[in-house]
């Protein structure tokens, strides 16, 4: 390995750490919930509760960091987030969890601002893209061992909420013991969301029914599981065949999407996406291990749409603006996420989880047509001036700082993309 990319090593191992942690925490917090007894629409508000969070650290993580410094940050973010999930085996209510999932939404924005800022500023131009792709093989497999800890112990214990706890606070380690200087503190952080909707409407709408879709199969894909009379250890496996189907397909959606319309290739994508959550909803009911294949396809066709949106927005917006594009973006998916979530839990409530994946299904047909209908407004972009797609972790959120990771923001407008978080 090269040595500039060496030198990020411990860095990359606290990602690995926060990602296995926060891809546990959120089955588990759907798995606890079923055991306790909470309804669907109550576990669904567990999910918004995180991702309202979410879009609350976007805003006040980087104003800490400027404020104490990255390291003071970073372990203030840590010891928070670990105690607000060990506080969940302590405090089992509705409300206490929906005040701890928002707590833990802050914070894991404030953990990544901290080491992908981090990241980005020690990469250079010429190793950000092996950068950035390490960052998301990390980020995959870390997601996927996240759930493999499930089955350690019994979620109705507080056994693995101390786990979780365990390793926030361990990815705290590598970053203290890093001997690679801290970056400059992030500038304050203006966002035109009206504006970059304009840009792409068909962009914006894409992140936003993709964060509902994902976060719903977080949310209430463990408890359709359990709901059907499978274990535990069917939930961690589950979870994780979906991961693995959206790590198998986004590189093949994406480089297709690179050689046409790339408007196609989001309906096509969502067309299917529609057949998966349906299989999901009904399959499991014909058969039992129909819910695998359904997971695998689900993931399949789900988790590459954040990175079409991403390409298809770029595809229109001009160099200096790809930042801030992207960064919107996050912030479009978080809150499809937290509007869409309840919708479906609540649904979910009154006829049962497989409900859920129906209203899946119905949010990204809309999307097909509503790109159909785009089509009809604006022609595409000429192939030899659009960005190319870059596939994402399709997992789990990440920071407004990653997209610097991102080589378009280089390749774009010649380093004018770094500093559009910035004016």
Not at 20 to 30: F, P, R, V, Y
Not at 41 to 69: D, K, L, S
Not at 212 to 240: E, K, N
Request: with cysteine; proline share 4%; glycine share 10%.
């Amino acid at each position: 390995m090269p040595a500039g990319i060496a030198s990020l090593g411990p860095l990359l191992i606290s990602v690995g750490i926060l990602l296995m942690g926060n891809g546990l925490q959120n089955t588990l917090i759907s798995v606890r919930g079923n055991i306790e007894g909470f309804s669907p629409q109550t576990i669904g508000f567990f999910t918004t509760f995180y991702f309202i969070g979410f879009m609350i650290g976007c805003f006040i993580a980087p104003v800490i960091v400027r404020r104490v410094g990255h390291i003071r940050a970073f372990a203030v973010f840590a010891a928070i987030a670990a105690t607000a999930i060990a506080c969940h085996a302590i405090f089992v209510s509705p409300v206490a969890w929906f005040i701890l999932r928002t707590l833990a939404g802050i914070c894991f924005v404030g953990l990544f601002t901290v080491i992908e800022s981090w990241i980005s500023e020690k990469s250079t131009n010429e190793n950000r893209g092996q950068v950035f792709s390490i960052y998301r093989i990390i980020s995959l497999l870390a997601v996927t061992g996240g759930q493999a800890l499930l089955v350690l112990s019994d979620p109705s214990t507080f056994v693995l909420f101390i786990v979780i706890a365990m390793l926030i606070t361990l990815a705290l380690v590598p970053v203290a013991l890093s001997t690679s200087g801290m970056p400059r503190a992030p500038k304050k952080v203006h966002i035109r969301i009206a504006r970059l909707y304009r840009i792409s409407p068909l962009g914006m709408i894409t992140a936003m029914v993709g964060g509902m879709a994902l976060a719903t199969f977080w949310a209430l894909g463990p408890l359709y599981v359990q709901s059907i009379g499978r274990s535990v250890d069917d939930v961690a496996l589950f979870v994780t065949i979906a991961i693995i189907g959206g790590a198998a397909t986004q590189y093949p959606i994406g480089k297709l999407s690179d050689m046409i319309d790339r408007r196609y290739a989001i309906i096509g994508v969502c067309l299917a996406a529609t057949c998966a959550a349906l299989t999901l909803a009904y399959g499991g009911y014909v058969q039992a291990t129909w819910i695998f294949y359904g997971a695998a396809f689900f993931g399949a066709t789900v988790m590459p749409l954040y990175g079409l949106a991403v390409a298809h927005a770029n595809d229109f917006a001009s160099g200096d603006e790809f930042v801030e594009m992207s960064g919107g973006l996050i912030l479009a998916n978080a809150l499809g996420a937290a509007v869409g979530v309840p919708i479906a839990a609540g649904i979910a409530t009154v006829y049962g989880e497989w409900a859920a994946f129906t209203v899946v299904a119905c949010g990204v047909l809309c999307l097909a047509l509503f790109g159909l209908y785009r089509m009809t407004k604006r022609a595409t972009v000429a192939f030899d001036v659009r960005p190319q797609f870059v596939g994402s972790a399709g997992v789990m959120p990440e920071s407004k700082i990653a997209t610097k990771l991102d080589p378009r923001s280089q390749k774009m407008g010649n380093g004018a993309a770094a500093q559009a978080w910035e004016r």
